[in-house]
């Protein structure tokens, strides 16, 4: 399971040979939707407690967005999180012992490297190895290594085997996903995800000006068409109104990053949300220390870790120490 502390340090030298791999670069250029067709519940993947693993790493902004979801809705009983703290050259995801969390093998499969159990566990699958991974034990398949996908089979696939009052449909219009949402927010996922959730990535790896001056400036006029939603009626203080909804789930791992690492380190430079953007920044800390969400935004923000990945994934060995605070107190 995943422990809550966020101040922590990891070794050294766990990141160091993030960009020889060409990981981040080579991981925007591929990232296959569909890959695992089956979801949960089915007749293959049925919603039972302690079967299925959820495969994260603290820095990543989309394992963070399942783990957000995992804690939000309480899942800590029934489905467990398995942690990876290091990327090895030709090896990927792995194992390393150091660090917060402190595995030497995967816990279950008792396996150094993520590629060991994708061998297994997706034989046929041909793509990059990734996480977030939804592995189920009983049958040692992976389910989904998609954020998207796995947030959603959280969001309401476990619900028989939650107290009444966690599941969806006790939520009515204060659900996660509200039936009566659920167009808007698919939109709102679709231009988030690649105006600035992926945005700030292919702006970060661009490998010409035009290409990054492209993404610079549909990622900031992304984030302006979000600040303007949220001072529409029905859209604060969260994106689809007085609930979180998925929607908040899926873009806040890219703007509690945003100020710390996206601005200095993937050059996306032209404004701050802290300083720019009253209303996504009201909207970020609200999420981050507002006690309604259990903490569930804060305490799957690893700071330290983010700072130092990235760092080594822009190819630098000095990890910057601001902006402070990571995220402005709700009370300034
Ligand atoms: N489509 C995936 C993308 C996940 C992703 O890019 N994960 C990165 C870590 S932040 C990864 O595992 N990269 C490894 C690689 O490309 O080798 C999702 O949204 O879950």
Redesign the pocket.
Known sequence: MVAAPLALMTSPNTFQPLIADK?FT??IL??PPGAFPERIPSQTFPAEADRYLLYI?PG????QRANITHKLKGLQDVIQVVVLDSLEPGK??CFSGEGQFGHRRCPVFGCKYLKEIYEFAAPSYDC?????ALLDKQTKRIVS????EITRMFISAFDDLLPLARRESSKGSGGLLPAQLLAQIDDFNAFAYDSINNGAYKTGFSSCQKSYTENVTRLFDGLDRVEALLSQPGHSPYLFGSHVTEADIRLFPAIVRFDVVYHTLFKCNLKMIRYDYPRIHAWLRRLYWDESTSHAFKDTTYMQIIREGYTRAAGETIVPIGPLPDVVPLSP
Do not use: D, K, V
Request: glycine letters at 10%; hydrophobic letters at 35%; charged letters at 10%.
């Open positions: 990981f080579n991981s591929s990232r790493y990543c902004p989309w394992a990927g995801w990059r190895i990734m996480i977030p290594n998609s954020s998207g």
